[in-house]
């Protein structure tokens, strides 16, 4: 049973985000203890989720630790820390995909989803039928420890008159288990949410800004020459990620500095009575929300693109799946 769980995992949940060995990280897990470090995100890994308008150009996450007492982890508790995640991403230009090449990555993802899907899908029905209860007993036992997450998304596609920069920073979220009852019907967890931050800037890129004063080379003298040779050329991406988080630099903020407790109940019985999830917080009602006029036009003008490039994939969705389409 622990043996198809972790399979599960790796198979069809890490290998498809990240660069892993599958045997060395197979081996760590069944040992109770796996610790990743300097791992690379793929960079087809928006395709797993359907977001194909974006392109990763950066990548990166800095430490990935969990901890799980064998052989039966699923009734214990299980630690999952994840440190230093660092993604550049860009906007997808609609004008220059190359038609045939789209639809053969479409077609790959396609195959790979649903053979996914599948996997996952046997999996959980084979551990299911013999431990009905075992994936409510991991989803209560496990804690989420994330810290220092920048997120830099640029766009000069949707608004080439005025191309922005969307952020996201975050310095700690946390979810733990919380036990209000013996009610085997609901899990309840607290989520702790750290110095959020989501900025729009207009005009600067990252090209521009890496010479600029945010690459502090009090933070580059701290980085050892081993770091500086696996980083290569990410580096100035990664300087700037750790400028954000060290200090408060000057942004066109949206939500500046949220700290916040969260609990969000869960229930396992499906009936009608009660809402699967349920979200609430005493905490939340305080916190501002502020847009400017160029962040709101920025705003829609992304929602129109994406609307633009969903309905060419379906375009090219007839193509593949309709031999007599026509553009009529």
């Not at 395709?47 to 064998?70: A, H, V, W």
């Not at 299980?78 to 860009?90: G, L, M, Q, R, S």
Request: aromatic fraction near 14%; proline fraction near 2%; glycine fraction near 2%.
């Amino acid at each position: 049973m622990t043996s198809s769980i972790i399979n599960l995992v790796i198979d069809n949940f890490l290998t498809n985000f990240i660069e892993i060995d599958k045997s060395q990280t197979y081996a760590s897990l069944l040992s109770g203890v796996l610790e990743l470090r300097n791992v690379k995100i793929k960079k087809e890994c928006f395709g797993y989720i359907n977001l194909p308008y974006f392109i990763l150009e950066i990548g990166y996450i800095g430490k990935i630790k969990i901890e799980m007492t064998m052989p039966f982890f699923y009734s214990n508790p299980i630690n999952v820390d994840v440190n230093d995640i660092f993604i550049f991403a860009k906007q997808k230009d609609i004008n220059k995909i190359n038609e045939k090449e789209e639809i053969t990555s479409m077609k790959a993802f396609k195959n790979v989803r649903l053979e996914t899907d599948e996997n996952i899908f046997n999996k959980l029905e084979e551990i299911e039928s013999n431990s009905p209860s075992i994936i409510n007993q991991i989803i209560n036992n496990i804690s989420i420890n994330v810290k220092n997450l920048v997120i830099r998304f640029e766009d000069n596609i949707s608004n080439p008159i005025n191309p922005f920069a969307l952020g996201i920073i975050l310095k700690e979220f946390k979810i733990n288990s919380i036990k209000e009852n013996d009610d085997a019907d609901f899990c309840h967890k607290n989520i702790y949410v750290g110095d959020l931050n989501i900025f729009m800037d207009g005009s600067n890129s990252f090209e521009e800004l890496k010479y600029s004063y945010l690459l502090d080379n009090s933070i580059k003298e701290l980085i050892s020459e081993e770091m500086i040779k696996y980083l290569g050329t990410s580096l100035n991406f990664y300087v700037y990620c750790q400028t954000e988080l060290s200090k408060d630099l000057k942004h066109e903020y949206i939500l500046y500095k949220l700290n916040t407790n969260l609990k969000i109940s869960m229930n396992y019985n499906l009936d009608n009575n009660n809402p699967k999830y349920q979200l609430y917080s005493n905490e939340i009602e305080n916190f501002l929300l502020k847009f400017n006029l160029n962040q709101i036009s920025n705003f829609f003008l992304l929602l129109s693109y994406y609307n633009l490039f969903y309905f060419f994939q379906i375009g090219l969705s007839i193509k593949i799946f309709n031999k007599n389409y026509s553009e009529k």
